[in-house]
T-cell receptor, first 114, second 112 residues
Framework: NAGVTQTPKFRVLKTGQSMTLLCAQD?????MYWYRQDPGMGLRLIHY???????AKGEVPDGYNVSRLKKQNFLLGLESAAPSQTSVYFC?????????????FGPGTRLTVT | KNQVEQSPQSLIILEGKNCTLQCNYTVSPFSNLRWYKQDTGRGPVSLTIMTFSENTKSNGRYTATLDADTKQSSLHITASQLSDSASYICVVRRASNYQLIWGAGTKLIIKP
């Protein structure tokens, strides 16, 4: 039982390049999330999904797109990377988005945009 | 504005000592409050979740308190160990839209 996994772990992009971050979970969770974590700030929600085939915007969605074609996978895309997107990206999943269900996090992807 | 403020920003203590981390929030309406532990280079891991009616909750050497009237929470760590070195993040869930409001965390360093 791997929990939540993310690939890649590290990536360096040049401004304007594109990439996709992959998140996979094996807990059969309905909800999945993408966050970014920047120094001195709390985690900020980029996009989330409440089930296969659904996605929704979070607090900071601009410059990112997501897809949830399979229940276990949640992809985060950067179409044209900018230095402001240098951050650590975390994927999380939860059984439900309501009430007290906790979120389980992946190990993170450290992205640098030069 | 819905915010979660944590103090101190960082803390250094000797192994074996106790410490208390603080969390003040202005989130409304309140649903629940969570404490996460985040080791360097890893994702956050849940320590405890507290609802409105819970004043105290323990998880091993970690004890969280919640005062919903004053909108304050604390995380007390007893007999600290080197493995407690991490960031501790307070998170509050809004009841209206299930939004999670994350604090910036307290970075705790345990020295031998």
């Amino acid at each position: 039982n791997a929990g939540v996994t993310q690939t890649p772990k590290f990536r360096v992009l040049k401004t304007g390049q594109s990439m996709t971050l992959l998140c996979a979970q094996d807990m059969n969770h309905e909800y999945m999330y993408w966050y970014r974590q920047d120094p001195g700030m709390g985690l900020r929600l980029i996009h989330y999904s409440v089930g296969e085939g659904t996605t929704a915007k979070g607090e900071v969605p601009d410059g990112y797109n997501v897809s949830r074609l399979k229940k276990q996978n949640f992809l985060l895309g950067l179409e044209s990377a900018a230095p402001s997107q240098t951050s650590v990206y975390f994927c999380a999943s939860s059984r439900s988005g309501t009430d007290v269900y906790e979120q389980y996090f992946g190990p993170g992807t450290r992205l640098t945009v030069t | 504005k819905n915010q979660v403020e944590q103090s101190p920003q960082s803390l250094i203590i000797l192994e074996g000592k106790n410490c208390t981390l603080q969390c003040n929030y202005t989130v409304s309406p309140f649903s629940n409050l969570r404490w996460y532990k985040q080791d360097t280079g890893r994702g956050p891991v849940s320590l405890t979740i507290m609802t409105f009616s819970e004043n105290t909750k323990s998880n091993g050497r970690y004890t969280a308190t919640l005062d919903a009237d004053t909108k304050q929470s604390s995380l007390h760590i007893t007999a600290s160990q080197l493995s407690d070195s991490a960031s501790y993040i307070c998170v509050v869930r809004r009841a209206s839209n299930y939004q999670l409001i994350w604090g910036a965390g307290t970075k705790l360093i345990i020295k031998p």
